[in-house]
């Protein structure tokens, strides 16, 4: 059976005014039915372009390169009418700061079925309400909600929302793009739970993009590490997030939220420097000028993505050397 996303060898480079800007740089993934992928990394490693253009959303100052396949059909290619059904069917994103985009004018229940309405014209206006009190039931609000505006809502009452809306739809795939990081951390591991569990009810995948690493491995199978635009470590969440083979991915572990500093979300403890800078090419391996275990061999050759142990890879010239 093919999977339901398989990403291979995406590369996304955007024309900028200083230059062409690689923002993405090779990277390959697979989602399965009732599967929820993490992906992982700092600000600016790609995690929102890599998202966007799995929907085929980046913008047009994009260069994009690679294939998205959606069961098997290419979404970087395929026509237009083709590409419409597989973004409201077929996929749907929750997007990073959606908080903010429900419409504060109208009653949350009438923007839940926007999506069915306009998707799914010959809906009558009874399902369409039944399907509405059916989704709010699976986001845990009760029915009476439908008739809620948005700013009667708590931040993870409205997030419940915008998960109801992107679900309308049945789709197979969901793309949830830092779905939580504005909520506080209790709310946020009720939220992703609440995704993750429907996601396998439903038996639809999941891809859950976040910097943070922590509320990931609670909620996903398999997480992915992204460092400057390339897939450092994959492997199941428990393991990447306990054991990590890459020094990255161990440094991304060991850095949780300290209350009160929103900006320690960003940066894992103890990793001195910054990412390199996406418009310039980087010898070797992206991560050496900020590893402790980097050799000359880092600094001149990059290191390929491969197994080290039973489905778990990673791109490091230094595992299992003492
Ligand atoms: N439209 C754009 N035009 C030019 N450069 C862009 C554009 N969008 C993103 N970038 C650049 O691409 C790189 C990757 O950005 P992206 O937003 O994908 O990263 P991210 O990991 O999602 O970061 P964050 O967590 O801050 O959203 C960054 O250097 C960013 O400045």
Excluded at 198 to 204: K, S, T, Y
Aim: contains cysteine; negative net charge.
């Amino acid at each position: 059976m093919s999977d339901l996303l398989h990403v291979r060898d995406l590369h996304v480079t955007y024309r900028t005014d200083e230059g062409p800007l690689s923002a993405v740089r090779g990277i390959d993934l697979r989602v399965g039915r009732g599967e929820v992928l993490g992906i992982a990394g700092e600000s600016g490693c790609g995690k929102s372009t890599l998202a966007s253009t799995v929907l085929r959303l980046q913008p047009a100052s994009a260069d994009v390169t690679g294939a998205v396949l959606f069961d098997g059909a290419d979404v970087l290619t395929m026509r237009w009418g083709d590409l419409r059904a597989v973004r409201w069917a077929g996929a749907s994103i929750v997007f990073q700061g959606a908080l903010h985009s429900l419409n504060p004018v109208r009653r949350v229940g009438v923007q839940i079925g926007e999506p069915i309405r306009v998707h799914e014209p010959e809906v009558g206006d009874d399902e369409v309400d039944a399907r509405v009190t059916d989704l709010l039931e699976q986001v845990g609000l009760p029915a009476a909600r439908a008739a809620a505006y948005p700013h009667q809502l708590s931040g993870g009452q409205r997030q419940r929302v915008m998960i109801a809306m992107a679900l309308a739809c049945r789709p197979d795939l969901v793309v949830a793009d830092e779905p939580t990081t504005a909520l506080d951390v209790m709310v946020q591991a009720q939220v992703l739970d609440l995704l993750s569990g429907l996601v396998r009810d439903l038996g639809v995948g999941m891809v859950v993009i976040s910097h943070d690493l922590s509320v990931l491995a609670d909620v996903c199978d398999r997480i992915a590490v992204m460092y400057a635009g390339r897939v450092v470590e994959q492997g199941p969440a428990d393991e990447v997030f306990g054991r990590a083979l890459h020094p990255y991915a161990a440094a991304l572990s060991a850095a949780f939220p300290r209350v009160g500093d929103p900006a320690s979300r960003y940066a894992p403890a103890g990793l001195p420097g910054d990412p390199p800078d996406p418009r310039e090419s980087v010898a070797g391996c992206s991560f050496a000028p900020r590893c402790a275990r980097a050799v000359e061999r880092c600094r001149s050759e990059e290191p390929p993505l491969e197994e080290h142990l039973p489905g778990r890879t990673a791109a490091c010239w230094r595992i299992g050397e003492p």
